[in-house]
Nanobody, 128 residues
């Protein structure tokens, strides 16, 4: 059974930090790039960050570059990924999701349509 579970969200003041986690099991996620996306009320889901299957490469949305860091740990049957979020701003408020790229590509993919195995999301609220 495929399980993808995000955690670590919460309420934080502007300028604060949070670390989100994504725990995935049930299939071979170690062969898939992992992306973080977010969706604010009334807005479309948007790309935040992606990390390659090895964890050695990453790409970020311009809005979070320099503030967020994505990483992952691959074990035999599980993947745990992290999104360290620093210097948070009110505009970072959203539900954050992790997902895994459906088919391998030699480059990092930022479109959410290329991802599957979505978690249920974790709410991040940044107060001003």
């Amino acid at each position: 059974q495929v399980q993808v579970v995000e955690s670590g969200g919460g309420l934080v003041q502007a300028g604060g930090s949070l670390r989100l986690s994504c725990a995935a099991s049930g299939r071979t996620f170690t062969n898939s790039a992992m992306g973080w996306f977010r969706q604010a009320p009334g807005k479309e889901r948007e790309f935040v960050a992606v990390v390659s299957m090895s964890g050695r490469s990453a790409q970020y949305a311009d809005s979070v570059k320099g503030r967020f860091t994505v990483s992952r740990e691959n074990a035999k049957d599980t993947v745990t990924a992290y999104l360290q979020m620093n210097s948070l701003k009110p505009e970072d408020t959203a539900v954050y999701y992790c997902a895994f790229q459906r088919t391998p590509t030699p480059y990092l993919v930022t479109s959410h349509t290329r991802y599957g195995s979505w978690g249920q999301g974790t709410q991040v609220t940044v107060s001003s």
